[in-house]
Nanobody
Framework: QVQLVESGGGAVQAGGSLRLSCAASGRSFGSYTMGWFRQAPGKERECVAAISRSGGNTYYTDSVKGRFTISRDNAKNMVYLQMNSLKPEDTAVYYC????????????????????WGQGTQVTVSS
């Protein structure tokens, strides 16, 4: 049974930083692309960042480029999202997710491409 558990969310002021962590279990973690998504009230879920199996390929949505960094530690079955220079528009529930397809050669970003999700962690950025 695949389980993803996020942690590290919280409330910060604009310009602050947070580091989200996702602990994965129940799957050969190192075989799958991992993604961080977010969903704000009234908005669709969007891929914030994604990382390939080895960590060699990454994706960032334009609004977070230069501010967020995704990384992973396959030995520990962990994926991280370092968020710096946070803005009020980053406020959302953040989820980590696992790609449906093992050994994928592309870094998927559409939510439909991910089949297991964590419970989410709230990030609130005040101005």
């Amino acid at each position: 049974q695949v389980q993803l558990v996020e942690s590290g969310g919280g409330a910060v002021q604009a310009g602050g930083s947070l580091r989200l962590s996702c602990a994965a279990s129940g799957r050969s973690f190192g075989s799958y692309t991992m993604g961080w998504f977010r969903q704000a009230p009234g908005k669709e879920r969007e891929c914030v960042a994604a990382i390939s199996r080895s960590g060699g390929n990454t994706y960032y949505t334009d609004s977070v480029k230069g501010r967020f960094t995704i990384s992973r530690d396959n030995a520990k079955n962990m994926v991280y999202l370092q968020m710096n220079s946070l803005k009020p528009e980053d406020t959302a529930v953040y989820y980590c997710a696992v790609d449906r397809v093992p050994f994928s050669t592309v870094v998927r970003t559409a939510p439909e491409g991910f089949d297991y999700w964590g419970q989410g962690t709230q990030v609130t950025v005040s101005s």
